[in-house]
């Protein structure tokens, strides 16, 4: 007698470590920006050294509040999809919808294009042997195709090709910020006190704005939590060993840059952690940053890969119309559809800024006009996302909470009022590409109701 199959479909597999998600992490947050122009940006908006350093005390906390919001409700809904749970069960399928489109055309698929093109202009200046890439070479976009293409197959192929790939990248760019560190605090002779390079540029709110910048992506803790091993338990270690891991970061790698460079050559000018090699250990340092800087997008790369795929993967086990992103690969372990489909629209984002001058006119600078497409939307969402603990806590109040936001609900009040004002700053400092990123978000809308988005039968996630 035959043994009848099975007809539930395959599910993620509980198979990361508190280390693995760490990993995923920071390995998303830590990009270019803390090597080039963060620490210089944040430097031009604050008096003082003591001020700078305090702007990034203060995003470190600032995040800190968000992770414990994000641990609250990621392990009492420790869902493959992340945000997306818990923007649906507090706004509703609509809400939600819009979240994984934007997530999908803007947010994460923009990302992936952003930093590809970092990854990108970094080799294009590597094989160029540190001369100048010509104006209008397409270097940087074959380097950022190939990034896109090839680490989206790494993660087709698997959760253990994927996972050590993200471990080894992740590892090798956290050693080089402590190496540019030690060669700033240790190495480098101390710069000579002297006063402002020019008038400084005072704005801390701005500064903060630039900080917030350099810490992004801590959010994407959340799509591994259907993955984390006993995450009820470990998504609050994930979270808050993340955000003090980067802070400690940030924080030496700025002093170091401080003792170097000196808080008027900090303001002076970017590319704060090539200057700080090259006093410290002469002209190959500068090689060393950027190879460094390709590592760390590289890493960002294959963690926003791996995290956006998630997101694809949850709307697709809750709706019809989009049932193919929501198939999970038994044998690779691994949304195999999502991952393809997440690749495919980045790889059109990643060619868009190269197809005539009239975009580049409009858009400037690849990285930049990504970065102008994603903020606004991204800022939105977690926004939402912070009111989700408010309003999941009256309409759900039974269900198991195994972690709670401490000094409730003042703690949630000052992330809100964060994502608020981060929402604004996007709309407000950026140009073009803002309101790009804000026209696909409600391009969105009719597409809900044309596709007729029903929910599929039975309980949603």
Known sequence: MSTPQSSTPAAPERHLGVFDAICIVV???????????????????????????????????LCLCGALCYA???????????????ISRAFGPEVSFLFVWARSTV?????????AYVFGKNMAQLVSKGQEVPEGSLLPMLFALAAIVALSA???????????????????????????????????????SA??????????????????????????AAYVAGEVRDAKRNMIWVLLGSITLLTALYLLVNVAYLRALGFAGLRSGPAVAAKTMSIGVGEWGGTAITVLIAISALGAVNGCIFTGARAMY????????????????????????????????????????????????????EAQAMAEYTTPVFWLFMMLVGLSVFILRTWEPKVERPFRVPLFPATVVVFVLLCGYMLYSGL??????????????????????????????????
């Open 314 to 365: 949850a709307l697709g086990t809750d709706y019809k119309a989009f049932g193919f992103l929501g198939r999970w690969s038994p044998r690779l372990g691994a949304p195999v559809n999502a991952l393809l489909m997440q690749g495919a629209l980045a790889v059109v984002l990643a060619v868009l800024p190269n197809l005539g001058k009239g975009f580049q006119k409009a858009f400037g600078d």
């Open 428 to 461: 407000n400092y950026t140009q073009a590409g803002a309101l790009v990123g804000v026209g696909v978000l409600l391009a969105g809308v009719p597409l809900y109701f044309l596709t007729g988005a029903r929910r599929k039968e039975g309980p949603q996630s």
């Open 107 to 115: 947010i994460q698929t923009g990302s992936i294009a952003m930093l």
């Open 154 to 192: 790494v993660n087709i192929l698997g959760w253990k090709a994927d996972k050590w790939t993200q471990n080894i990248l992740t590892a090798a760019k956290v050693l080089g910020v402590v190496a540019i560190a030690v060669v700033g605090l240790l190495v480098a002779p101390a710069a000579e």
């Open 195 to 220: 006063g402002p390079a020019e008038p400084p540029t005072v704005g801390f709110g701005l500064a903060m704005v630039f900080v917030l910048i350099t810490f992004g992506g801590w959010n994407e």
């Open 27 to 61: 390995g998303i947050v830590i990009g270019s920006f803390i090597f080039f122009l963060g620490p210089f940006l944040v430097a031009q908006n604050t008096a003082s050294p003591g001020m700078m350093l305090l702007a990034w005390v203060g995003g470190g906390f």
């Open 72 to 86: 609250e409700l990621s392990t009492a809904y420790p869902k493959v999809g992340g945000e997306y749970s818990y």
